[in-house]
T-cell receptor
Framework: NAGVMQNPRHLVRRRGQEARLRCSPMKGHSHVYWYRQLPEEGLKFMVYLQKENIIDESGMPKERFSAEFPKEGPSILRIQQVVRGDSAAYFC??????????????FGNGTRLTVT | TQLLEQSPQFLSIQEGENLTVYCNSSSVFSSLQWYRQEPGEGPVLLVTVVTGGEVKKLKRLTFQFGDARKDSSLHITAAQPGDTGLYLCAGARGQNFVFGPGTRLSVLP
């Protein structure tokens, strides 16, 4: 009974390169959330997606960041032309339905992005 | 500005002591959730509180939701080193969940 799977666990990129982070939700979950966490800080919401739709991207920078959740395959968070400030842990979470008490979040173990 | 505030930010105690951490907001939430996050891992849901004034117990952990549904507390009795971690509260807000900044707890043996 696999949980939320994120890969890679660690990703190192040079400034200017692209980073692609993948998230496979729990089986039966069609709602995916991406959060960013800096050391010693809490989770900052980035984007909320359902299959093939972006529902809320209010927390995602408008430049260089994009997210998708295709009909088939994992959700992808893409960061173009990375800068040192993008270094953080990026967590994906999934739920069976829209945000409410019956749809708690199940988190993956994150991708730690380091930009050199 | 944080929608959810948590205090204290850091807490270091000896094994066997009791402690309480707090989650506060100026907004009303229909429910609040508590998560624990260990180093190198994602947060794991501990409990969801729904009704104002509700108290839920999970072994040595007691969770309370304020009467006005704007705040919550987590009390740990006889803390153990295994309780060490980052404790996060979260509430559903519109189309997503918002998180507090967390309380980082360290329980020393």
């Amino acid at each position: 009974n696999a949980g939320v799977m994120q890969n890679p666990r660690h990703l190192v990129r040079r400034r200017g390169q692209e980073a692609r982070l993948r998230c496979s939700p729990m089986k039966g979950h069609s709602h995916v959330y991406w959060y960013r966490q800096l050391p010693e800080e809490g989770l900052k919401f980035m984007v909320y997606l359902q299959k093939e739709n972006i529902i809320d991207e209010s927390g995602m920078p408008k430049e260089r960041f994009s997210a998708e959740f295709p009909k088939e395959g994992p959700s992808i968070l893409r960061i173009q032309q990375v800068v040192r400030g993008d270094s953080a842990a990026y967590f994906c979470a999934s739920s069976p339905g829209a945000p409410n008490l019956n749809s708690p979040l199940h988190f993956g173990n994150g991708t730690r992005l380091t930009v050199t | 500005t944080q929608l959810l505030e948590q205090s204290p930010q850091f807490l270091s105690i000896q094994e066997g002591e009791n402690l309480t951490v707090y989650c506060n907001s100026s907004s009303v939430f229909s429910s609040l959730q508590w998560y624990r996050q260990e180093p190198g891992e994602g947060p794991v849901l501990l409990v969801t509180v729904v009704t104002g004034g509700e108290v839920k117990k999970l072994k040595r952990l007691t969770f309370q939701f304020g009467d006005a549904r704007k705040d919550s507390s987590l009390h740990i009795t006889a803390a153990q080193p295994g309780d060490t971690g980052l404790y996060l509260c979260a509430g559903a807000r519109g189309q997503n969940f918002v998180f507090g900044p967390g309380t980082r707890l360290s329980v020393l043996p």
